[in-house]
């Protein structure tokens, strides 16, 4: 049996789709990611699942249970932590810890076990408020207070938007250690870097979803040249690129822009040489691997068919 089991769901405001015809099957035990920008109706989609949400059409089980149907059996069964911090911020630590697993029928010392590693983390600050904390350390408690009665399966809405880049490290390796136990967990995010860390990960954009696989098998599908390109201009040259005749694709990638080319038949020199011509300084151009971006950008914006 899936451990979540999508099929057909959509959902719309106002006549918008938030999310159209979606459908996926996530197994017991791994890790699974939903990656898309703001927008895409990954939160839609979550809300659907944890039984806040009821689908235009289509059905969604989760565990066996039925996300409509039986909604209050269903939300014994799972954790889920909002995109938006909402615990509770003048009570302290221990006091919305302590609140959600009496909510949930149990107490911190029945199933300490399950957030021993976490908590420990928190247990300095156990009596600050926690509207006080910093980032990363909301995001721990609140993943405690989701994991204290025990669920099947964990539901993670962007769990590490605003957080700074070693919290979020701190965070994902919480994920695995919590995967390797055994605990289902979906998680959503719109940082592609935390797309390689789950064991499959599925692209959503408006409402759709776009591809379902590992992210090792999603870059594979990249098979276009791929270069790095960066020169003194950059507003220029992202305008010329992207009307060379070579160019598939261009677009922001850090300090340099990654240039998807139509053809292999084209060098890095010949990209050069056309830059040249065009009064382009300071170039550097460097062949690159394309990486789980770089993929989700060709998906979303595919070639146009040659006329």
């Not at 806040?52 to 059409?57: G, K, T």
């Not at 590490?160 to 880049?165: F, L, P, Q, W």
């Not at 870059?219 to 690129?241: C, G, S, W």
Request: with cysteine; aromatic share 8%.
């Amino acid at each position: 049996m899936d451990a979540i089991l999508i099929e057909n769901v959509s959902k719309s405001y106002g006549g918008v789709p938030a999310v159209a015809d979606v459908s996926l099957a996530i197994r017991p035990g791994e890790l699974f990611g939903l990656i898309g920008p703001d927008g895409a109706g990954k939160t839609t989609l979550f809300k659907i699942l944890v039984t806040l949400l009821l689908p235009d059409q289509g059905r969604a089980t989760v565990v066996g249970r039925d996300v409509v149907r039986d909604y209050k059996a269903l939300r014994q069964l799972v954790g889920y932590m909002p995109g938006r911090f909402s615990l509770y911020p003048d009570l302290s630590v221990q006091e919305n810890l302590a609140f959600f697993a009496t909510v949930f029928g149990t107490t911190i010392r029945q199933n300490y076990h399950l957030i021993q590693e976490i908590y420990s983390q928190l247990e300095p600050f156990k009596n600050r408020r926690a509207g006080q904390l910093s980032g990363g350390m909301k995001q721990k408690l609140a993943l405690c207070c989701a994991l204290i009665h025990k669920p099947e399966v964990l539901f993670l809405d962007e769990p590490t938007t605003g957080v700074d880049a070693v919290s979020r490290r701190e965070f994902w390796d919480m994920l695995r250690q919590l995967n390797q136990r055994g605990l289902t967990t979906l998680v959503s995010t719109p940082y592609m870097d935390e797309a390689g860390r789950c064991d499959r990960i599925a692209f959503m954009q408006t409402g759709n979803v776009l591809a379902v696989d590992p992210p090792s098998v999603i870059t594979n599908r990249f098979r276009k040249p791929l270069f790095a390109v960066r020169a003194a201009d950059t507003y220029r040259l992202i305008q010329e690129l992207r009307q060379a005749p070579f160019t598939e694709s261009c677009y922001a990638f850090g300090e340099f822009l990654h240039l998807t080319i139509r053809s292999g038949a084209v060098t890095d020199h010949q990209i050069g040489q056309y830059l040249l011509d065009r009064d382009h300084q300071a170039i550097e151009i460097q062949p690159v691997q394309p990486g789980i971006e770089d993929t989700f950008m060709a998906l979303m914006n595919p070639p146009e068919p040659a006329v």
